[in-house]
């Protein structure tokens, strides 16, 4: 169990909790919520013990193992799949203890220890993990080098899943995952063995995946069972009933004050009046739990195009070498309200790039005379000035207007005076992505294209977006890992697979069983370019692949020898042993079929290297 009792805590002299008690039961899942700012990551470093308490107490079981992702995986050569087998630092301790070991007691007492945490299966789960997150088998195999910080986030994530601590922190993990990846998350964290502790303002993930909400609110800590629906329907119940004794009190709070102001100078009614001051001062006022601020978002209204606002035929658009995405046909009206569905990298970003003249496409692309496009997307508010306010960068986009005016249009979007005058440095993420939204409809676009606007918004915002989105009189097309969002916005689907676009004919919800159940791939185009011949370097990476496939295949024959000879041990087949015997057979079974996907990936990467050499 973990226990937080009468924990105190401040930040530069802002309390962030006062006297904050809860008990989390072991194998429970719980999502921690609060509005941005009010101290949940702080509340994971004061568990981790990153920071050092001011006042109460945090306690877990002996040799509990917490775990969470780093902020990055480096830039190294280590595979993927040896990166996340390496996150299980006991399992990389004994085996390779067990590679050098000699006292027959200490072999036994390792052999018994690997047994115990499952490391026979660990490649395959270590795959599964990663498969799960977006590598494919091939992908596995690659340097860490190979990939973007994004994906070397996800690979930090399949570390840490692997290595199964007893008591897993996560702080918004799908925020580097797209909406795939997301629901796989999911359903692994439902089934999760262990203690999980995840802040998330992923409104689907919160009702599917934990059992229980921790909400911290007022410096304190409350926990409710059931999902994140149930807890919103709980609260609300409880404002209800608090705001009904509020009103009650202060009504009778009014009414004895009247009597007292007007008998208490009477000499005949001053001992009724001195008795209602008494039980005036008694009666305790009741404060109704502060709603909280009311975010907005304001999209200003452009005027009516004639439809179709864009269509595309026949476009192929790419970065300079083969297309990313070829013979779109594609019509978008003012009314459009489109989810990109598709795995990251099968150009969800590229089209909404192409859709929004950040790239150029090859074909016919027919855009309405006085169309204005409106683009949004994560990398952008990376791009603000951080030296700057937000009020000094709608200045420099719009120097004829007066202040007053920019700062109405800030206020539109929830950055209130104080935000206005602050360095963007200085303001939350889910701030910047406001001033980023802004900057994005400014001109009052006919279209907006949105890649991933809710990460860093909590769940408050979220609800806002929604709002605004359905108020917007232009089209809207999304990208977003956020299922409640989609579901909220968007009335059609685009699938973006094999470079091509097509409409997803069900619903979301029959899109999220499919992909649970497998993978949505269509056929790839039969006229697939030839491949250009590789070059001496591809060549070397490849052969370096072989080696790695080869390596693997001969831990595992050794693995799978030094288990045989443990089952040709006559003692094992005793009658009290039969339990024994079944443990080793399983692990055995386990190898062999892990001997078999490392001999298959082997096969793969003989065929890569011969298709290189002839190619």
């Given at each position: 169990?973990?226990s ?6 401040s ?5 962030l909790?006062?006297a904050a008690?809860?008990n ?21 470093r ?17 040799r ?8 990055e995986v480096?830039?190294?050569?280590t595979?993927?799949?040896d ?8 399992r ?12 027959p ?6 052999q ?16 599964a ?7 494919d088998?091939e992908?596995?195999l690659?340097?860490?080098s190979d ?9 930090a994530?399949?570390g840490?899943?692997?290595?199964q ?13 797209d ?12 089934k999760?063995p ?19 909400i ?16 149930r ?6 119940e409880q404002?209800?009933?608090l705001?009904a ?5 202060a009504?009778?709070?009014a ?20 008795s ?12 109704p739990?502060?709603?909280a601020?009311?975010?907005v978002f ?10 179709p ?5 026949g476009?192929?658009?790419?970065y ?21 569905l ?13 859709l ?7 074909g016919?692309?027919?855009r309405a ?5 409106g683009y ?5 508010v ?14 420099r ?11 109405a ?28 939204l802004l ?21 408050e915002s ?5 709002d605004?989105?359905?108020?917007y009189?232009?089209a809207v097309?999304?990208?977003s890992?956020d ?27 029959s899109?999220r069983?499919f ?22 370097d ?16 001969a ?8 288990l045989?000879?443990?089952?040709a041990?006559t ?12 443990v ?7 190898v062999?079929?892990?001997l078999d ?19």
């Amino acid at each position: 169990m973990l226990s937080i009792s009468d924990l105190t805590y401040s930040i530069e002299g802002r309390p962030l909790f006062e006297a904050a008690s809860a008990n989390i039961p072991t194998g429970h899942k719980i999502g921690l919520v609060g509005r941005n700012g009010t101290g949940k990551t702080t509340l994971f470093r004061l568990i981790r013990g990153e920071l050092a308490l001011e006042g109460g107490s945090i306690s877990l079981p002996s040799r509990a193992r917490i775990g969470g992702v780093a902020q990055e995986v480096p830039s190294s050569a280590t595979s993927l799949i040896d990166t996340v087998l390496e996150a299980d630092t006991e399992r990389a301790s004994l085996m390779a203890e067990a590679e050098t070991a000699t006292d027959p007691t200490r072999i036994a007492t390792i052999q018994t220890r690997l047994a115990d945490i499952d490391a026979w299966s660990a490649e395959g789960r270590a795959s599964a993990i990663l498969k799960g997150l977006g590598f494919d088998a091939e992908a596995q195999l690659r340097p860490c080098s190979d990939f973007s910080g994004g994906w070397r986030m996800r690979v930090a994530l399949a570390g840490v899943l692997f290595a199964q601590p007893d008591l897993l922190l996560l702080d918004e993990p799908t925020n580097y995952l797209d909406l795939e990846g997301a629901l796989w998350l999911e359903s692994y964290l439902a089934k999760y063995p262990h203690t999980i502790l995840i802040i998330s303002h992923d409104r689907g993930l919160l009702n599917r995946a934990v059992d229980h909400i921790l909400h911290l609110e007022d410096r304190k800590l409350t926990l409710y069972s059931g999902g994140y629906d149930r807890f919103a329907r709980t609260r609300a119940e409880q404002r209800a009933v608090l705001a009904a004794e509020a009103s009650k009190v202060a009504a009778q709070r009014a009414h004895m004050q009247k009597f007292v102001d007007r008998f208490r100078a009477q000499a005949t009614k001053a001992k009724q009046a001195q008795s209602r001051l008494k039980m005036l001062e008694k009666l305790t006022p009741i404060t109704p739990p502060s709603e909280a601020a009311r975010h907005v978002f304001t999209f200003p209204a452009p005027e009516e195009l004639s439809p179709p606002i864009l269509r595309l035929e026949g476009v192929s658009v790419g970065y300079g070498g083969a297309p990313v995405l070829r013979n779109l046909n594609l019509r978008i009206d003012q009314d459009d309200r489109i989810a990109l569905l598709g795995r990251n990298g099968e150009g969800k970003s590229t089209l909404s790039k192409l859709l929004a003249e950040k790239l150029e496409g090859q074909g016919t692309i027919t855009r309405a005379a006085k169309l204005r496009v409106g683009y949004f997307a994560q990398h952008q508010v990376d791009e603000l000035e951080l030296d700057e306010t937000p009020l000094q960068h709608l200045q420099r986009a719009r120097p004829d207007q007066a202040p007053p005016k920019l700062r109405a249009r800030l206020a539109g979007f929830g950055l209130m005076a104080d935000q206005a005058d602050t360095e963007v440095q200085r303001l939350s993420g889910g701030q910047k992505a406001r001033l980023s939204l802004l900057l994005a409809t400014l001109d009052a676009p006919h279209m907006l294209i949105l890649d991933e606007p809710t990460n860093h918004l909590d769940i408050e915002s979220r609800e806002a977006l929604v709002d605004a989105l359905t108020a917007y009189s232009g089209a809207v097309v999304l990208v977003s890992h956020d299922m409640h969002l989609l579901s909220l916005v968007a009335d059609r689907l685009w699938l973006v697979s094999g470079g091509h676009v097509q409409p997803y004919e069900g619903d979301l919800e029959s899109y999220r069983t499919f992909l649970l159940a497998g993978d949505p791939k269509p056929a790839r185009d039969k006229a697939a370019a030839k491949p250009k011949r590789a070059s001496r370097d591809d060549i070397a990476t490849l052969r370096s692949d072989l080696r790695k496939c080869e390596a693997r295949i001969a831990k595992l024959e050794e693995m799978r020898d030094k288990l045989a000879r443990k089952l040709a041990d006559t003692t094992l087949y005793e009658a009290d042993r039969t339990g024994d015997l079944r443990v080793w057979q399983a692990k055995y079974a386990e190898v062999m079929e892990a001997l078999d996907r490392a001999e298959a990936m082997w096969m793969k990467a003989q065929e890569a290297v011969d298709a290189a050499q002839n190619g």
